[in-house]
């Protein structure tokens, strides 16, 4: 039986024109998870309580153990997105989690590709915390691919290019969809894919961890394919809407996969959850 947790709302902070960061704190409890990880929210408004799968997102390494940070983006008309971003502070939810394969791989490497489109970055900010204390002398290099439409909306942009400048082993490019600025050495015009593309990936050496919408986790993964990548060299995590996310269920944990797991929620503490359960479409 899995455990529910309570949280409320502390804080809130915008971090683009349709993007906001959501602080909670538990009340004391620290809620075990890998980075990369997400959890399954209820959330009640007028018409009752429905769910939706949010990533755990703290990229700041002096967040209390006991509080999270989530980092949305809006979505038009959206039933989590309207309660969300109205919300008064001190609103309380239900989570329960933590759920996802998309982690930090088992095996030491010579190449991690991390690619995101727009807030699919979020589940990358604590890995890359994790990265930045000690986990990045498991690989020779860790690539941040970023896709976004404009340079306006790189989330994180600054704590990201402080990371570029401070870490040989961070390289980071900006992929831009519907602008051709790329007056900054590590802006591209275009999309993930092309830039992937240009890396000499090798599938005996390399890992690739993909978040974001679902048709661009489709067409990385359509690439690497060619490439004679697999599915246990790329872990793919879609961000599909809730009536979708009945349909998506991920390939079992390899063993590597699932020692990892209960190894760190071992040292958690914890039992790692299944991961997730089909939703009833809301
Ligand atoms: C494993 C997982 C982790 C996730 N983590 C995050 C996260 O960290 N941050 C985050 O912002 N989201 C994340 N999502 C997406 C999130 O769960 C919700 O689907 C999203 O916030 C929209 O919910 P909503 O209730 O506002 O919209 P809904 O009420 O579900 O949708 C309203 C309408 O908009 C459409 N719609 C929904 N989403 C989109 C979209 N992205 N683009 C275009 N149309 C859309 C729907 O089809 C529907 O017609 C994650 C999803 C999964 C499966």
Partial sequence: METSHTASLIAVESLSASTRLFRFE????????????????????????????????????????????????????????????????????????????????????RCLVLVATSVGVAPFLPMLQSLEAGEHQRFDSVHLLFGVRDPTEVLFQEALLRLRSDASWFKLTVHCSRSQDASMDWQHPGYVTSGLAQLALDPKSDHVLVCGNPKMVDDVYALLRAQHFGPRSVIREKYVFAVQEKAVQGPARSSADEALLQQKMKAYGATPATDPKPLKPV
């Fill in 26 to 109: 538990t009340g004391g409890e620290h809620l075990p998870f890998i980075a990369g990880q997400f959890y399954r929210f209820t959330f009640t408004d007028a018409t009752g309580p429905f769910e939706r799968s949010y990533s755990f997102s703290q990229f700041d390494p002096k967040l209390p153990m006991s509080q999270f940070e989530l980092v949305i983006s809006a979505v038009a008309g959206g039933r989590a997105t309207d309660l969300l971003f109205n919300a008064a502070l001190g609103l309380t939810v239900q989570l329960k989690g933590p759920f996802g394969r998309l982690i930090l791989p088992a095996d030491d490497k």
